[in-house]
């Protein structure tokens, strides 16, 4: 966990986490998503620096999720692949992380069989 989060609390950042993980599923943010994580993050004490290091911590979890379920089946079809790439550039996802995060996928879809 960053630095920043050492004065934060381990259940305010996981209900804060929660939350990050639960509005940005779609991939994106409504105004009223928008609304409701900054009303949380004020109520729980969590600075702008924690909530950038939560968000990031958030997306990269949401696009291993989707990695991991577009390749469940074997076939990445075109329209998922197009999806993967929206997410990555949405979410500000490197290509570094990228090619960290489809290591771990590999590895867990190879776990499963």
Request: hydrophobic share 40%.
């Amino acid at each position: 966990m960053a630095e920043s989060q050492a004065s934060l609390s381990p259940i305010s950042s996981q209900v804060y986490l929660l939350a990050l993980k639960q509005q940005w599923a779609d991939g994106t943010l409504s105004e009223e998503e928008k609304d409701f994580l900054t009303m949380l993050r004020k109520a729980l004490g969590i600075s702008e620096e924690q909530h950038e290091d939560l968000e990031k911590e958030a997306h990269l979890e949401i696009y291993l999720q989707v990695i991991l379920d577009t390749w469940k089946d074997g076939i990445l079809q075109v329209h998922e692949s197009e999806k993967l790439e929206k997410l990555r550039e949405e979410f500000h996802i490197s290509a570094e992380d990228h090619v960290m995060i489809e290591k771990q996928v590999r590895g867990l879809l190879l776990k499963q069989k």
